[in-house]
């Protein structure tokens, strides 16, 4: 079948494994048949699941047209894997323009990770791989390309080659990886990118082959190439919630929208949810002459069955493979008193919700506090002997134990445990580093 494309803002999803090679289906390919008793039917476990997410808003080469929610879309996205569909936290590699250098949507970082994923033995092969793109796309020499921030854009392919992504080179470094279950997620065809902020840049066939896998030649077990409109048309963007229509309908959807009576959100009913609510959003909102449908190619899974997301779940437990199984997890209630989550599953384990709290570490740089506060900010600072400390303002974002800090210069990661808060990061420079943070009034209080 030929895998049908959505308008070249391509969310790339790739989960891993799900990478499609569309045999000819028909027009309406996201409703896939039924399923063969070889088709896959639930996802590796959590511990398995990697992805990589970019959105590109700004181009460095002025003809490129300026896009206003692919950074969002991403992030979104991000959260909604991490929160809904049992991705952890620290599997999922954000690129982006709204990020510190190191995480910039740029031809070097976006290779480099795919290359960290295939070669670096990341990702195991019975996992799963998911890669998105919004951002701009454009095919010149029946060739397909995404731009990444740095991209030039140009009728010479042998420039584009240079600088933008050829989607060969995903699927080459996806192949490489041997993963055996890829999804991937394509939302660039917004318009036109060579300045043309209102002109169509409509999906074409040639694109969407670049995106193909081939089971037959066991190149994938399993495979879904979501795209963002059908071929021949553009995708929009969705000015109000400053987002694509297309990925703000799919997060829509894991967080709940598309979820069946049991919770659960299968990939049937994703599908299903994101031709209904994109269309008709669509007109509502630009007029009865624009149309945007999205549409998938399945191959390998039973997407009826297979559940992407669980709605309104802290801590999730999709189904797995049986040699994989994990133990579920009770839910976790408040605790009035002490602003803990506390585990009723009877293990007496707490995970502290931080916002409010401050914590103090130890660098080379010095003795430090972290204050955790309201809508994701952050306040550093650095105890000094002599003059008045100023603190550096920053964000942070917690996904049940584990906790994001970004100061600008610098990102890293943490961990809650025993307590404390073990975090390992990256300088602008490239240096590495380590310390641990502590409860500013426990510590005190011994």
């Not at 987002?243 to 309908?249: D, K, M, N, S």
């Not at 997407?303 to 009770?330: C, H, K, T, Y």
Request: charged share 25%; with cysteine.
């Amino acid at each position: 079948m030929k895998s049908s494309t959505r308008a070249f803002t391509v969310a790339l999803v790739v989960l891993a494994s799900l990478l499609f090679t569309p045999p000819a289906r028909s027009q309406k390919p996201d409703k896939p048949s039924g399923g063969s008793p070889g088709e896959v039917k639930v996802l590796p476990s959590k511990a398995k699941r990697y992805a990589l997410v970019v959105g590109v808003d700004k181009y460095a080469d002025t003809q490129i047209s300026t896009l206003g929610g692919a950074s969002n879309d991403a992030r979104a996205l991000r959260d909604a894997l991490v929160e809904h569909a049992g991705f952890p936290a620290d599997q999922v590699i954000l690129l982006s323009t709204d990020q510190p250098e190191e995480r910039q949507p740029t031809r070097g970082n976006i290779l480099r990770r795919l290359s960290n994923l295939a070669s670096g033995g990341a990702v195991p092969q019975d996992g799963l791989l998911l890669f998105f793109f919004a951002g701009h796309g454009m095919e010149r020499g029946g060739q397909a390309f995404l731009l990444p921030s740095d991209a030039q854009v140009s009728d010479d392919v042998t420039l584009l080659e240079q600088t933008a992504v050829n989607v060969l080179q995903v699927k080459d470094w996806v192949r490489k990886s041997g993963v055996r279950q890829v999804l991937m997620i394509l939302d660039a065809c917004r318009n036109d990118p060579a300045g043309r902020a209102n002109a169509d840049n409509p999906l074409t066939e040639s694109y969407t082959r670049g995106f193909n896998f081939d089971r037959r030649n066991r190149e994938v077990e399993a495979f879904v190439t979501l795209y963002a409109t059908a071929i021949g048309k553009r995708a929009y963007e969705y000015k109000e919630k400053k987002q694509g229509y297309f990925t703000w309908a799919l997060v829509e959807g894991l967080r709940g929208a598309a979820a069946n009576e049991k919770g659960e959100v299968t990939l049937d009913g994703l599908v299903n949810h994101l031709q209904e609510r994109v269309p008709k959003q669509v007109a509502l909102d630009l007029g009865k002459g624009k149309v945007q449908k999205p549409f998938a190619v399945i191959e390998g899974y039973k997407a009826d069955e297979l559940v992407l997301g669980v709605a309104s779940s802290r801590e999730l437990s999709l189904p797995v493979a049986a040699a994989e199984e994990e133990p579920i997890e009770q839910p976790r209630q408040p605790n009035a008193k002490s602003g803990l989550e506390v585990d009723k599953g009877g293990r007496g384990d707490v995970v502290p919700n931080i916002e409010g709290t401050v914590w103090t570490g130890t660098t080379v740089a010095g003795t430090f506090d972290i204050e955790f506060m309201k809508e994701g900010k952050l306040s550093y600072l650095l105890l000094v002997e002599r003059g008045e400390p100023r603190p550096r303002i920053g964000k942070w974002r917690q996904f049940g134990r584990a906790v994001m800090i970004d100061l600008g210069y610098s990102v890293s990661e943490g961990k809650i445990e025993d307590g404390v808060i073990r975090v390992e990061g990256e300088s602008l420079a490239g240096e590495k580093f380590r310390y641990t943070l502590y409860r500013k009034e426990a510590k005190e209080a011994k």
